[in-house]
């Protein structure tokens, strides 16, 4: 009896995690189960109900709908590729989104952001070389890069096919963020 009430309580659970409107259904059967006695089976119905209202409460956050919102964190750092502490700018900042796409073997000039640029790699393979210090960090499709701030490096696309990027840049107003080495 107990593995079967526990097989319940999971599937409970996953059911209304996914879909958030049946909570009513589960309070009823959590109720009617808690009636059955135990003080134990009253204690883990307690904890079922308080379990599947945060779930629900937090699905129906994303879910306004009948069809499902799924996030996928990507990426959650505090330092660039180089470790350096993340600044952001100090006055007007202005986000710019761009998208680029480099050839197969090309490389970018050396160049530095003197702001915050991230990247998402949406396709391909690019190799970033820091050029001052020689290191280099290798990126591929899904990956998400935290430039360098204020360091001379360089970019190749080093795949069999051409990467496609994301990139979002946090400026001062009117700023450019890219500056190439003379």
Sequence with gaps: MKQDFGRWID????????????LRAVVRRAIDASAQGGI?????????????????????ALDSGSTPVVVTPL????????????????????????????????????????????????????????????NSNTYKTGDFIIEMIGQWHQATNIGDGPVK?????????GAKNTELRQ
């Design 11 to 22: 599937g409970a659970i996953h059911r209304n995690v996914a879909r958030p409107c049946r």
């Design 40 to 60: 134990m089976r009253k204690i883990l119905v307690s904890a079922l109900l308080a379990a599947a209202a945060l779930y629900a409460n937090c699905a129906l």
């Design 75 to 134: 990426a959650s750092r505090t330092t660039t590729a180089s470790g350096q502490p993340i600044t952001l700018p100090q006055k007007n900042v202005q986000v710019l989104v761009s998208t680029y796409d480099i050839a197969v073997g090309a490389t970018l000039p050396v160049h530095r952001h003197p702001f915050p640029r991230y990247a998402y790699v949406e396709a391909g393979t690019l190799k970033v070389t820091n050029v001052e210090s020689g």
């Design 165 to 173: 990027l994301l990139v979002i840049d946090q400026v001062e107003e």
